[in-house]
């Protein structure tokens, strides 16, 4: 395998399992790795749109941690997503950029939440724009990493939404 297929490889693997942690701390620094991960992936296969959001979309991640406990911090956070635009136009490679760029207005959106059923929402939209984008880059890791976290994310908001058993 080439060292681009590794990192994709890398990749599925953190994309299958962020979601399905509960913490939401920990759940933001599945999904930095994952960001990281895909994104070097995305760069040696020249999507550079794809690596640049993952930049992006990374550090929304680390500034997304302080969002529970430091609720004015949101200000701080809600001027990153003016970086989706710029990303959009700086990196622009026709269609590919526009579903990267829908995906990262829903990761970004997604993290914003505290809420994590609202989180894992988001989240599964922003799943849909990268399948987009990695049909038209013919990224198949990132292709069963989407599925694979399509699947997981699914399942994970299930689990919260779940009715709880009442033993007796």
């Not at 680390?62 to 990303?87: C, D, G, M, N, R």
């Not at 990196?91 to 994590?116: D, H, K, R």
């Not at 599964?124 to 399948?131: A, E, T, V």
């Amino acid at each position: 395998m080439d060292i681009a297929t590794n990192f994709g490889v890398l990749g599925v693997f953190a994309n299958t399992i962020w979601p399905l942690i509960k913490n939401r701390q920990l759940f933001l620094m599945g999904q930095f790795v994952a960001c990281a991960l895909i994104g070097i992936h995305f760069a040696l296969l020249g999507a550079s749109t794809g690596a640049i959001v993952l930049l992006v979309a990374g550090i929304q991640v680390l500034l997304a941690v302080p969002l529970e406990s430091h609720p004015k911090f949101k200000k701080v956070y809600l001027l990153s997503l003016l970086l989706t635009p710029f990303v959009c136009w700086y990196s622009w490679q026709g269609i590919p950029s526009v579903f990267s760029s829908l995906a990262l207005l829903f990761f970004c959106v997604g993290n914003l939440q505290v809420n994590t059923k609202n989180m894992r929402i988001f989240l599964i939209l922003c799943i849909f724009g990268w399948i987009g984008h990695n049909l038209l880059i013919g990224s198949y890791p990132a292709l069963v990493s989407n599925g694979l976290a399509l699947i997981t994310s699914t399942y994970s908001l299930y689990r919260e939404n779940r009715p709880k058993m009442v033993c007796k």
